[in-house]
Structure formats: structure tokens, C-alpha cells
């Protein structure tokens, strides 16, 4: 599985953002908060929106545990619901995991016991670090991640 370094991005997602649910060509705030994390050294960029939460990567969609329950922002803070994002909470539900949607802030990312991101060309990638503050990592991470790819190969072949 591949560990991503994860740098905050100084960019804003609007709260409630109604447009927010298309995919669409304008990604400016992506694409600048890539930038950012590249010139950081950083796998990925994480978001906050205009209410201080952190939202979604710049390509990705965040996960992370605490208390073995698998927490998600939820639509209405900003994101793109993503495919991949869907198939993490359907797994997480075949293998008897809890899944909830809630809104967080930076410091409790890095209290979480666990955090890892989706997108359809990874499937799911650990964070390992946030900021350059190390990330505790969850075993979890690593069983949704072998599901995924046994999910993906049994609906490919």
C-alpha cells in the first residue's frame, strides 16, 4: 500500500458549496494546492473549506479512523463524492466496520488512529504524515486496502 506524506494547503473550498458535487474543468483550487504540497515534497494536499474543516485531498478523498469507526467529511462541507470514496464505505460495510460522516479539524487528523486517503487510480493510500508530524497508523488501513484490490480483480475478471 502506497504511505503519503500530506501537506495543508493555504487554499479554501467553500462550505456548501452546491456546485461542489459536479466534476468539472475547474479545479483551480486543486490545482494550486498540488502545487503547494509538490514544492513541499508532499504526496498530496489536503484542503480545508471557508469553516476551518478539512475537506478532501487535491485528487483524493479522506479518510480517517478513530475508535475503529471510519469517519469521512461529508458532502455538504465541499466535496466531490467520488467513486472510489463509495467503495471504501461499501467495503468498510462488508467487513463490519462502522462508517459516519463528520466534519474535523487539523488537529484531530492527527490524533486519529489512523488516516488514508481514496482515488480511483490508487485505490487507498496511507497517510503517514501530516505537516511533517507523523501520523498513527491503523491496521484497518491495510485490510481495507487488500479488500479493495480482491473487490476490484473479482467485478474486473
Same mark, same amino acid.
Given at each position: 500500500?502506497?504511505?503519503?506524506?500530506?501537506?495543508?494547503?493555504?487554499?479554501?473550498?467553500?462550505?456548501?458549496?452546491?456546485?461542489?458535487?459536479?466534476?468539472?474543468?475547474?479545479?483551480?483550487?486543486?490545482?494550486?494546492?498540488?502545487?503547494?504540497?509538490?514544492?513541499?515534497? @508532499?504526496?498530496?494536499? /489536503?484542503?480545508?473549506? #471557508?469553516?476551518?474543516? =478539512?475537506? *478532501?485531498? &487535491?485528487?483524493?478523498?479522506?479518510?480517517?479512523?478513530?475508535?475503529?469507526?471510519?469517519?469521512?467529511?461529508?458532502? @455538504?462541507?465541499?466535496? /466531490?463524492?467520488?467513486? #472510489?470514496?463509495?467503495? =471504501?464505505? *461499501?467495503? &468498510?460495510?462488508?467487513?463490519?466496520?462502522?462508517?459516519?460522516?463528520?466534519?474535523?479539524?487539523?488537529?484531530?487528523?492527527?490524533?486519529?488512529?489512523?488516516?488514508?486517503?481514496?482515488?480511483?487510480? =490508487?485505490?487507498?493510500?496511507?497517510?503517514?504524515?501530516?505537516?511533517?508530524?507523523?501520523?498513527?497508523?491503523?491496521?484497518?488501513?491495510?485490510?481495507?486496502?487488500?479488500?479493495?484490490?480482491?473487490?476490484?480483480?473479482?467485478?474486473?475478471?
Amino acid at each position: 500500500m502506497r504511505q503519503w506524506r500530506l501537506q495543508s494547503s493555504s487554499v479554501r473550498l467553500p462550505a456548501n458549496e452546491p456546485l461542489a458535487q459536479f466534476k468539472t474543468c475547474n479545479k483551480l483550487a486543486q490545482i494550486i494546492s498540488r502545487t503547494q504540497a509538490d514544492a513541499a515534497k @508532499a504526496d498530496e494536499a /489536503l484542503l480545508l473549506n #471557508t469553516d476551518g474543516f =478539512v475537506v *478532501e485531498g &487535491s485528487s483524493s478523498n479522506l479518510f480517517w479512523i478513530k475508535d475503529d469507526i471510519i469517519h469521512t467529511p461529508p458532502l @455538504a462541507s465541499g466535496i /466531490l463524492a467520488g467513486v #472510489t470514496r463509495s467503495v =471504501v464505505k *461499501e467495503i &468498510s460495510a462488508d467487513l463490519g466496520v462502522s462508517t459516519r460522516e463528520c466534519n474535523v479539524v487539523p488537529e484531530q487528523i492527527l490524533e486519529a488512529d489512523g488516516v488514508f486517503l481514496s482515488l480511483t487510480s =490508487v485505490g487507498i493510500a496511507e497517510a503517514v504524515a501530516l505537516d511533517d508530524q507523523p501520523l498513527k497508523r491503523s491496521a484497518l488501513s491495510g485490510r481495507l486496502h487488500a479488500a479493495y484490490w480482491a473487490l476490484l480483480r473479482k467485478e474486473t475478471l
